[in-house]
T-cell receptor, first 115, second 111 residues
Framework: GAVVSQHPSWVICKSGTSVKIECRSLDFQATTMFWYRQFPKQSLMLMATSNEGSKATYEQGVEKDKFLINHASLTLSTLTVTSAHPEDSSFYIC???????????FGPGTRLLVL | QKEVEQNSGPLSVPEGAIASLNCTYSDRGSQSFFWYRQYSGKSPELIMFIYSNGDKEDGRFTAQLNKASQYVSLLIRDSQPSDSATYLCAVTSGATNKLIFGTGTLLAVQP
């Protein structure tokens, strides 16, 4: 199998607070994990790519100081949205792959609402 | 030009019919092609992937790839109401493993 979990599935927070989202590969070792964001009625937009033990590579326009990514082990990556604002409200989805050019398997997503 | 283009739909087909979903891409260096299904409010679920020109069948699903025309399609035979969802075409380009998604086609299977 290739199961990826995310926690939490829903989070509501006040503007200015930080939120951490966890992404875990449950039954395989994920060399590479990806973080996406999806706004309503839009497609998935890649935010960043993280390789275990390395710094994440961010896509153009994504603030690395705002969206902190850590991939400390082969089964866990975290995304921290720092000083969240209402415009950060979105559906955040991670994916994991066993290696370079391997198929990506998606987590169930985390819906963030910033009030 | 968008990197991956899909007709947004909705594509409406009667139950039992064949649904045909199409996707074009702009990067000739693309090597891997994926179809994901996304139900409303849920994350994408991998349906099929295809790397080589031609057809690839898996149950009721057939993916077709034509690299010369930069075209990939997904056929769903014997469509069921449970197939109603948004279908996302995704392509990896060049030397990276990044997935570039199309905007998706909304499929509605009418009982």
């Amino acid at each position: 199998g290739a199961v990826v979990s995310q926690h939490p599935s829903w989070v509501i927070c006040k503007s200015g607070t930080s939120v951490k989202i966890e992404c875990r590969s449950l039954d395989f070792q994920a060399t590479t994990m990806f973080w996406y964001r999806q706004f309503p009625k839009q497609s998935l937009m890649l935010m960043a790519t993280s390789n275990e033990g390395s710094k994440a590579t961010y896509e153009q326009g994504v603030e690395k100081d705002k969206f902190l990514i850590n991939h400390a082990s082969l089964t866990l990556s975290t995304l921290t949205v720092t000083s969240a604002h209402p415009e950060d409200s979105s559906f955040y989805i991670c994916s994991a792959s066993r290696g370079f050019k391997e198929t990506q398997y998606f987590g169930p997503g985390t819906r963030l609402l910033v009030l | 030009q968008k990197e991956v283009e899909q007709n947004s739909g909705p594509l409406s087909v009667p139950e039992g019919a064949i649904a045909s979903l199409n996707c074009t891409y702009s990067d000739r260096g693309s090597q891997s092609f994926f179809w994901y299904r996304q139900y409303s409010g849920k994350s994408p679920e991998l349906i099929m992937f295809i790397y080589s020109n031609g057809d690839k069948e898996d149950g009721r699903f057939t993916a077709q790839l034509n690299k010369a025309s930069q075209y990939v399609s997904l056929l769903i035979r014997d469509s069921q109401p449970s197939d109603s969802a948004t279908y996302l075409c995704a392509v990896t380009s060049g030397a990276t493993n990044k997935l570039i998604f199309g905007t998706g086609t909304l499929l509605a299977v009418q009982p």
